[in-house]
């Protein structure tokens, strides 16, 4: 079993940047596939970013691409998301999930979620 805890939210201005972070504990981590989503209220949670387990493989959502990158780091467990030019419409919260067989596009794919983090962007 794997645990996530997000860290990294909070209100920030337009055109700033967060760099979100997901712990995740078990000696099994390096062998997931991890991926980051969102939900505003109202609406689906929508995919962004997913990595494969060694970070030799990405991808992206249209709305992530070319401002969010998303990255691993195997010996401290934690996965990365950097986000950059922070718009309004970005107001979510944010989770990281792990796949076992991934990393997935859909969130029905992920085995494992942590309980998200807010990120408010104000105009």
């Known amino acids: 079993q794997v645990q996530l805890v997000e860290s990294g939210g909070g209100l920030v201005q337009t055109g700033d940047s967060l760099r979100l972070s997901c712990a995740a504990s078990g000696r099994t981590f390096a062998s997931y596939g991890m991926g980051w989503f969102r939900q505003a209220p109202g609406k689906e949670r929508e995919f962004l970013s997913a990595i494969s387990w060694s970070g030799g493989t990405t991808a992206y959502s249209n709305s992530a691409k070319g401002r969010f990158t998303i990255s691993r780091d195997n010996d401290k467990n934690t996965v990365y998301l950097q986000m950059n030019s922070l718009k309004p419409e970005d107001t979510a919260v944010y989770y990281c999930?792990?796949?076992?067989?991934?990393?997935?596009?859909?969130?029905?794919?992920?085995?494992?979620w942590g309980q998200g983090t807010q990120v408010t962007v104000s105009s």
């Open positions: 999930a792990a796949d076992r067989s991934g990393p997935g596009t859909r969130h029905y794919e992920y085995d494992y």
